[in-house]
């Protein structure tokens, strides 16, 4: 059984920071290509941006220049520093990775999500 669990999600001010994290857990063999994506009300979910298990990271349009995304191998995490946040950002922010599991090979895998709330 894996888990991916997001953290750090809020309410905060226009122009104010946050820093998502995201650990997997469970029956992990290695972990690929980790991301962030966000769904907000009325909309369909969107990529912000991915990282390779190298390090290798690319964004959107959603994500470019004010959101970096970063990850501890060691810790099976990854975060997503967001700065200057507007209020069309906010939305239910997920985390996706690529696993490999016992006896299955690489799986998609989703968290539940962190709300990030942008509002003065």
């Known amino acids: 059984q894996v888990q991916l669990v997001e953290s750090g999600g809020g309410l905060v001010q226009p122009g104010g920071s946050l820093r998502l994290s995201c650990v997997a857990s469970?029956?992990?063999?290695?972990?690929?290509?980790m991301a962030w994506a966000r769904q907000a009300p009325g909309k369909e979910r969107e990529l912000v941006a991915d990282?390779?298990?190298?390090?290798?990271?690319t964004y959107t349009d959603s994500g470019e220049g004010r959101f970096t995304i970063s990850r501890d191998n060691g810790k099976n995490t990854i975060y997503l520093q967001m700065n200057a946040l507007k209020p069309e950002d906010t939305a239910v922010y997920f985390c996706n990775a690529a696993i490999a599991v016992p006896r299955k090979g690489f799986d998609n895998f989703w968290g539940q999500g962190t709300q990030v709330t942008v509002s003065s």
């Open positions: 990282i390779t298990s190298d390090g290798y990271t």
């Open positions: 469970g029956n992990i063999l290695s972990i690929g290509r």
